[in-house]
């Protein structure tokens, strides 16, 4: 009986699974990178299965590590560890609280993610909005974080964020950022932006891979595989950098 179901089981989460690389092969023809993005919710991962997804190469993955001034995903350490393991590019992101300081929060970020040659850039997710901090303030209060972070690491962060919160407190700002956005009503992200500070697109949160029995969220780099190298922090002699020394910009007080 238990071996009926269990195979009942694989037939079916193989046939979702063949169901939705259908609905998406359109891209992983399209964009010769992808990758996915995780957190605590999808629990144990096989990172080694990962790594030989058969539907598209997933080259690269960003974890939540830490979220507002103190917290911090449980599974950030072992994620983190084990995609290096298997030779994933690997980046870690926070998910920013109107709650909390955003200076307190980028220091809770360095004195969580230790960040090496050929890890991906700092990620500063923002999704939220506040109904008593105004926008002007919200975009000091990233502007701060941002400042911070790319002060100590030596590379600017990337910006998630989806498509309202792109187009409301975003954009036209930060031109010295790149984007990184979520929206799953679009077959095609750049025409819709129109933007070339996007780079990075998450295109679905309803994602199959395999090594992960959860739903997860897929992403595409909008370029060609080359260009993803500028979103890496450089190895030692590389010319690739997203820094230039004595251009911060002023943390506005």
């Not at 220091?107 to 901090?133: K, Q, W």
Request: glycine share 6%.
């Amino acid at each position: 009986m238990f071996s009926n179901l269990t195979f009942a089981f694989v037939l079916i989460g193989s046939f979702f699974t063949s169901l939705w690389t259908s609905n998406y092969s359109h891209l992983f023809k399209k964009y010769s990178v992808h990758g996915i993005d995780v957190s605590h919710h999808q629990r144990y991962i096989n990172w080694e299965r990962v790594g030989e997804h058969e539907a598209f190469k997933v080259k690269f993955c960003f974890m939540k590590a830490t979220e507002g001034a103190s917290h911090k995903d449980t599974q950030f350490k072992n994620y983190w560890k084990s995609s290096k393991d298997v030779n994933l590019v690997r980046g870690a992101y926070h998910f920013y609280s109107h709650s909390s300081s955003p200076v307190a929060q980028a220091n809770h970020y360095i004195s969580m993610v230790n960040l090496e040659a050929g890890d991906l850039a700092p990620v500063l997710d923002f999704e939220t909005e506040s109904s008593s901090i105004s926008i002007y303030q919200t975009r000091k209060n990233l502007l701060k974080w941002l400042t911070i972070v790319e002060n100590h690491y030596k590379i600017k962060p990337i910006i998630y964020t989806n498509s309202h919160i792109f187009e409301k407190y975003l954009e036209g700002h930060f031109k010295d950022y790149k984007f990184w956005i979520a929206d799953y009503n679009v077959s095609d992200i750049e025409h819709k932006t129109n933007n070339k500070q996007v780079k990075l697109w998450q295109y679905t949160e309803r994602g199959r891979v395999s090594g992960i029995g959860t739903n997860v969220d897929i992403n595409a780099f909008i370029g060609e595989e080359h260009e993803f190298e500028k979103l890496r922090i450089p190895f030692p002699g590389s010319t690739d950098s997203t820094y230039a020394y004595g251009e911060i910009l002023e943390v506005l007080e």
